[in-house]
């Protein structure tokens, strides 16, 4: 009992300690001591009937748009929840988030809104990491055609020092019959980082198959110019993380290595020994898995033999612990397979940063 006595208060100690001396976003996700006062004032942006009735959702009519946070001076969202009802099958890729800081006119976000909640191919899969959460609900038998119901938490700290605009976009032919949601931040004398959160979309279309001799461990992948971009960025910031969305063509895929540029080096700094190895997994992909910093939220396969790899999958890797500074510039890419080989797969990511 001595024994665990000391270690909490070592813990309390460090969380103390790690609130008052916060450098960056990265450092705000340690949770703040409960028994300090706390140098913001909490606020929530939601959907709530303003006329006290019940149906707390508004209408997103096709191609418009629905401002659900205009928050004015310095502060900073802490949590964000949605949850969708619309008929379109592909309301999870033709609904976007976009994000504003500081009066720009530019959106710093501009991306799917499932693939930015670590889902994608129109599928709805429960996700329990620890930036983002989808509690899934697909039984559910609402009258809509479209079952892919849930209910979409984000926790990414996103600062603002002159004001910030949370806006979804309906992209679809269909409305948005009921949008719900939830948007919790804090208002602050002065911005609590210098740096903003970015989020931005990529993607690889696929190629004709180049054969198998490029798959075989003899081949070599010398500069990566043909492997699918993840990010490339300018300026000072660090990287935290990936959503990456795979139409797989066929096995050996996850083969393909992780590079990582850091301030404009001629070769990667950080080199990855396969996809299944950077997020997480081991000998490909078997079976879905949700953990705190990496998982595999979609996996279809079109085969079932347990060592075929062609179909849907989506996989997902927070830097929560580990984020990766730069001071001049960031490049990350991924092969497709072994040497590229898996040319014939189509590519999507989203990449998160500050900066």
């Known amino acids: 009992m001595v024994r665990m006595r000391m270690i909490l208060v070592l813990v309390g100690t460090a969380c103390v300690v790690g609130s008052a001396e916060a450098q960056g976003p990265v450092d705000q996700l340690t949770p703040p001591s409960i028994d300090q006062p706390q140098p913001y004032a909490a606020r929530r942006a939601s959907s709530y009937r303003r006329d006290g009735g019940n149906r707390d959702a508004v209408v997103v009519e096709p191609g ?26 592909d309301y999870l890729e033709t609904t976007r988030l976009l994000l504003y800081w500081d009066g720009a006119e530019v959106p710093a976000v501009d991306v799917p809104f499932g693939l930015f909640h670590a889902v994608g191919h129109g599928l709805v899969r429960p996700v329990d990491s620890a930036l983002v959460t989808v509690v899934a609900r697909p039984e559910l038998n609402f009258n809509l055609s479209n079952k892919n119901v849930a209910g979409f938490n984000s926790y990414f700290p996103m600062p603002f020092g ?16 009921s949008l719900y949601y939830q948007i919790d931040y804090q208002e602050w004398d002065e911005a609590p980082s210098p740096l903003r959160f970015h989020a931005a979309l990529t993607e690889t279309p696929p190629e004709p198959y180049p054969g198998p001799a490029r798959g075989r461990p003899t081949a070599t992948n010398a500069d990566g110019a043909e492997n699918h971009l993840v990010l490339e960025a300018s300026g000072a910031g660090q990287f935290i993380g990936v959503v990456l969305e ?23 700094s950080i080199y990855g020994t396969g996809t299944e190895d950077y997020f997480g997994g081991a000998w490909g992909f078997r079976q879905e898995y949700t953990r705190p910093f990496h998982g595999l939220s979609v996996l279809e396969k079109v085969d079932e033999r347990p060592d075929w ?5 989506l996989v997902y890797r927070f830097h929560v612990r580990d984020p990766i500074p730069f001071e001049r510039s960031f490049k990350m890419s991924i092969e497709r397979g072994h040497n590229n080989h898996r040319m014939d797969s189509a590519y999507r990511s989203v990449a998160f940063w500050y900066q």
């Open 246 to 268: 795979v139409d797989a063509s066929g096995r050996g895929w996850w083969e393909g290595d992780e590079m990582i540029w850091i301030d404009g080096e001629a070769e990667p």
């Open 162 to 177: 002159r004001g910030a605009r949370l806006v979804v976009e309906n992209r679809s032919d269909q409305e948005i019959r």
């Open 64 to 89: 418009g748009r629905h401002t659900v946070l205009e928050a004015m001076g310095a502060g900073r969202i802490v949590h964000t929840w949605f949850t969708i009802a619309s008929d379109d099958p």
């Open 309 to 313: 790899q062609a179909g849907k999958f």
